[in-house]
């Protein structure tokens, strides 16, 4: 006899697994076609070779557990969490950076806690923290959006200087990245990062170019699309609204807040919702069913610690983006968020009360 | 001394108490070996000591250099706990333990100090911290204070070297992983003549820094106990398929409860 652990109430959803871990890749289309337009195709290139990586992987460790490799490779985890990775990488950044996030993900994070459903981290935000922690040179290496690159990027481009580390003329990733001027370009959130300790106020250095009407160039449309993404599974059911809420939300409220104490010093609200991976996190990757909270509540303490320390790493912490490490932190205390919000079950008093 | 052994029998599993007087059988002293060195591995089945473990472990050098001074001090405490035990008040014993320990370890340290300057530095910390290395004082209260001089030296040269070998494979996969290197520094430790004992396995630009950084330790150490796990699991296998499979011969067990 074995007692399922799971939240009441015990109504059942119908949809598989599977279908649901399609739908998620299906709502990153917008995203990554943003992407694709502002970056060029090394994202793809990076999820095509996460994929290959996730499933060999993946039926690696399958056949060495004496699992059914096949029916666990159709419910489409392993793909999800390659799209992922993939959609999370520096564009150019090079073809092994892939390969060991991928492993690592797969491999550790995954199959050695037990496969899908047992994972306490989030697979594809773990492979990430791995290879920005291993390799800050190659993963902080993110290209100026297309408009206001000097150098025209072909796919071709993309493919060589992920393999090589150099286009077909010959030009490396860092001579892609800079500027007429040849200064290095870097993203928004770094870029007024960097200006904020240069004694620049918010207002100057969101003058230059790598800025945007309300967000960073080119990434305000990118969030847009994950946004769109993010709304269609609303839609269809496959996340709740809890966790996306209360992600954002919790942002933008500490973000309104510093604004207004000091509006010189702090990044607008704007920047902070549609810069680096906001929207992307919010949606995609905090509502990771395995390793986010499982209760109603829970979620919304979740979501709020995700966008709390979000907001801290990206403001005082030494990395421009924050969401790998955030999910992360917030995963860990899961366990614990989850015990703490378990609903009144039907039909007994709510915990604490005296009959 | 037959009262100490009696109040702190604990879990641990050890080797029948000896008296002064009768001399070692070579059963115990090949368990004491197998013991250390595999069996009841310090690092791998105590897990312990597992903060030096963690911190030093980057490369090779530092590695040895750290277990060689771990195997001196266990040796030392060991037999000097021994040689003490019976004049030891039990009440007080961790205390005075924990002194012979700690004048050990500040002896060594000022012998880094003055011949092997480079390594001191390296380690930095870590070699006083071998005082609260728990697998020291945990071999002091379990095996030395109940056994004879002899044994007592065996265990700690044995449990030193178990130390010293996990510490020395963790180190040079670190070191490879990490920096594509082995013995880098090695003239910290040797003096001047090893500097060209340094095998670069490979040349990268890029160092995979998780590995050299004490996540890795974490990963490679778990990956250790999983293959040591594995190990024991087969030989376990084999020994059972060569045992003759024991007959049941009773047809039913029928248990009464106490209650009714």
């Known amino acids: ?355 | 001394m037959s009262d100490i052994a009696s109040e702190e029998s604990n879990d641990e599993v050890l080797p029948e108490t000896q008296t002064e007087t009768q001399p070692e059988k070579n059963a115990d002293i090949k368990k004491v070996i197998v013991d250390g060195l595999w069996k009841n591995n310090p690092v791998l089945v105590q897990l312990l000591g597992l903060c030096p473990l963690l911190a030093v472990t980057s490369t090779v050098t530092n590695a040895l250099g750290l277990s060689i001074a771990t195997l001196v001090v266990l040796v030392a405490s060991n037999v000097t706990v021994s040689l003490i035990r019976n004049w030891v008040a039990k009440e007080i014993r961790i205390p005075v333990f924990v002194m012979v320990i700690a004048s050990f370890v500040t002896s060594i340290e000022l012998l880094m100090n003055a011949y092997s300057y480079g390594l001191y530095l390296s380690l930095g910390i870590f070699i006083p911290l071998i005082v609260t290395n728990c697998a020291i004082i945990g071999r002091a209260e379990a095996f030395a204070s109940r056994n004879n001089v002899k044994m007592a030296a065996l265990d700690g040269l044995m449990m030193g070297a178990g130390f010293t070998l996990v510490l020395v494979i963790l180190g040079a996969v670190r070191e490879v992983l990490g920096q594509g290197t082995l013995f880098d520094g090695a003239d910290l430790l040797l003096g001047p003549w090893a500097a060209n004992l340094k095998i670069v396995l490979f040349q990268s630009d890029t160092h995979f820094l998780l590995a050299i950084l004490p996540p890795g330790a974490f990963f490679t150490m778990g990956a250790f106990i999983a293959v040591k796990n594995v190990i024991d699991n087969t030989m376990d296998e084999k020994k059972k398929q060569k045992e003759p499979a024991k007959t049941i011969e009773r047809v039913r067990i029928t248990k009464v409860s106490s209650e009714l």
């Open chain 1, 1 to 355: 006899m074995m007692f399922k652990i799971a939240s009441s109430p015990h109504n059942h959803s119908q949809k598989k697994t599977s279908a649901i871990m399609r739908t998620v890749i299906f709502a990153c289309i917008p995203g990554a076609l943003a992407q694709f337009y502002f970056f060029g195709a090394g994202n793809l290139i990076h999820i095509a070779m996460a994929c290959a990586v996730a499933l060999f992987c993946e039926a690696f460790i399958l056949s060495l557990r004496d699992k059914p490799v096949r029916k666990h490779l159709l419910d489409y985890s392993a793909l999800l969490t390659a799209v992922l990775l993939g959609l999370s990488l520096p564009p150019l950044a090079p073809w092994w950076i892939t390969v060991i996030g991928t492993a690592f993900a797969i491999t550790v994070v995954k199959q050695l806690y037990g496969g899908l459903g047992s994972n306490p981290f989030n697979p594809a935000m773990a492979g990430y923290v791995l290879l920005l922690v291993s390799f800050p040179l190659q993963m902080t290496m993110w290209l100026p959006p297309e408009s206001i690159q000097h150098i025209d990027l072909t796919f071709f481009d993309s493919l060589s200087v992920i393999f090589t580390g150099f286009t077909t003329e010959g030009y490396s990733v860092n001579q892609l990245r800079m500027n007429i001027d040849g200064i290095t370009m870097a993203t928004p959130l770094d870029t007024l990062k960097t200006d904020l300790t240069l004694g620049l106020t918010t207002a100057e250095s969101m003058t230059k170019s790598v800025f945007g009407a309300y967000g960073g160039l080119g990434w305000e449309y990118i969030n847009l699309g994950f946004l769109l993404g993010g709304l269609y599974m609303l839609k269809t059911g496959v996340i709740k609204w809890q966790i996306p809420v209360a992600v954002l939300g919790s942002m933008a409220f500490i973000a309104i807040g510093g604004s207004i104490i000091d509006a010189d010093q702090a990044a607008p609200p704007m920047l902070h919702l549609f810069s680096g991976a906001t929207m992307m996190a919010a949606f995609f990757i905090a509502t990771d069913p395995v390793s986010a909270s499982t209760t109603d509540k829970g979620r919304l303490i979740y979501g709020c610690l995700i966008g709390l320390l979000t907001y801290i790493i990206r403001t005082w912490g030494g990395y421009p983006d924050a969401f790998a490490f955030a999910v992360l932190l917030a995963n860990m205390c899961v366990p614990l968020i989850d015990q703490l919000t378990q609903p009144k079950v039907y039909g007994h008093p709510a915990r604490g009360t005296k009959q």
